[in-house]
């Protein structure tokens, strides 16, 4: 599935940051909107890489693409 650009994509990120594991941890709600319809993730979601979510890998996206600008958790 193509997934969503722009503004609400940037927004969409900020709302992440990336754990030493590779996976991914919601720091706070996130919603976007994508041609398969609204993702929402609520604060404390972790996704794991190859782990599907509402049709779309949220992890794989956000190492592929933000993985040299992520946020470290703590």
């Not at 991914?24 to 709600?29: A, E, G, I, K, V």
């Not at 993702?39 to 509402?54: A, D, K």
């Not at 049709?55 to 600008?69: K, Q, S, V």
């Amino acid at each position: 599935m193509p997934f969503a650009s722009g503004q609400g994509m940037h927004e969409f990120v900020q709302h992440f940051c990336k754990n030493a594991d590779g996976s991914w941890t919601c720091t706070s709600p996130a919603t976007l909107q994508t041609p398969a319809g609204r993702i929402q993730v609520t604060e404390g979601s972790r996704f794991y890489p190859g782990t599907v979510f509402m049709e779309f890998d949220i992890a794989g996206w956000l190492t592929e693409h933000l993985d040299d600008r992520a946020d470290r958790c703590e």
